[in-house]
């Protein structure tokens, strides 16, 4: 585990202070659990901007093989 320092606003502090209490837990489990929700938010977000970018890039190649089709499909063979 791992110990760091960190500088907060007074009127922060007093908030952090309020609902810690309100929800039974020391400074430290508080904390810990602020920055894992926050960390889990984060990467959430950054899934969705990555999941986006990959429909994005699927959405361009499957409109490249559906104009290819259309001009295979003129191509002549419906005469065969």
């Known amino acids: 585990m791992k110990t760091i320092s960190f500088k907060i ?11 810690r209490k309100i929800n039974n837990l020391n400074r430290t489990s508080y904390v810990n659990e602020a920055i894992e ?4 938010v984060k990467e959430r977000e950054d899934l969705h ?15 490249q093989i559906i104009e290819e089709w259309d001009t295979t499909v003129g ?3 419906d005469n065969i």
Do not use: N, Q, V
Request: hydrophobic share 25%.
């Open 9 to 19: 606003s007074d009127e922060m502090f007093e908030r952090i202070e309020k609902y």
């Open 75 to 77: 191509d002549g063979l």
């Open 37 to 40: 929700t926050y960390t889990r």
């Open 49 to 63: 901007k990555k999941l986006r970018k990959e429909a994005k890039a699927i959405e361009k190649g499957s409109k």
